[in-house]
């Protein structure tokens, strides 16, 4: 935040929370692998949102780097196995950003990936599985995650229906105890008689 407004970061904070504090939000917690991610405070502050992990993928960019940087896997096993930080997640992978040059294309950024993974030491050293790793089994999973999300809202819905068509129902034969029901033909017959 240097040179930015001294308001940047609690504001930044501030609209975060506010998208995580939706219930019906996929919490992408993404950290970047080539630092000290210890000492960041993204974990914590997406934990206090989703304590339980249900809506929550851990995402750990920069492998490659991470990889260059250091020589003991140890550690980033222990992210992708959900140990060293304080949060429960749905799942955790590891994904390569690019290169380095801005103007490379989303092509040349997923060849690199896939190169990366394919000759990585850490895959091999066993720091991660094969599920957990590029941005396309990173994308399955937060498609995985939306479409068990819209199953649930819609089912929690139609059980609201249910409950209120119950409700309603109970209310028509308490009020109107003394009439009849008519069923549909017979609607059909005494409207024609009108």
Not at 177 to 183: T, V, Y
Request: glycine content about 6%.
């Amino acid at each position: 935040t240097s040179g930015m407004r001294p308001n940047t970061k609690g504001a930044l904070a501030d609209m975060c929370s506010s998208f995580m504090r939706n219930p019906n939000a996929i919490i992408l917690c993404v950290q970047d692998g080539s630092i000290d991610a210890e000492r960041s405070n993204v974990t914590s502050i997406v934990q206090s949102h989703d304590p339980k992990g249900k809506r929550t993928i851990f995402v750990l960019t920069k492998v490659d780097l991470a990889e260059k940087n250091m020589a003991n896997p140890t550690r980033v096993k222990k992210i992708l196995e959900g140990k060293l930080f304080p949060m429960k997640a749905l799942g955790y992978y590891a994904v390569v950003t690019g290169r380095g040059p801005q103007e490379d294309g989303i092509e040349t950024i997923r060849e690199y990936e896939e190169d990366f993974f394919s000759r990585s030491k850490l895959f091999k050293s066993g720091a991660f599985r094969a599920s957990q790793m590029s941005t396309s089994n990173l994308s399955l999973a937060v498609s995985d995650c939306f479409w068990k999300m819209v199953g649930d809202s819609v089912e929690q819905q139609s059980d609201n229906f249910k409950a209120a068509r119950y409700n309603l129902e109970a209310e028509w034969r308490n009020t109107f105890a003394g009439l009849r029901e008519m069923d549909r033909n017979d609607l059909f017959e005494k409207a024609k008689d009108d």
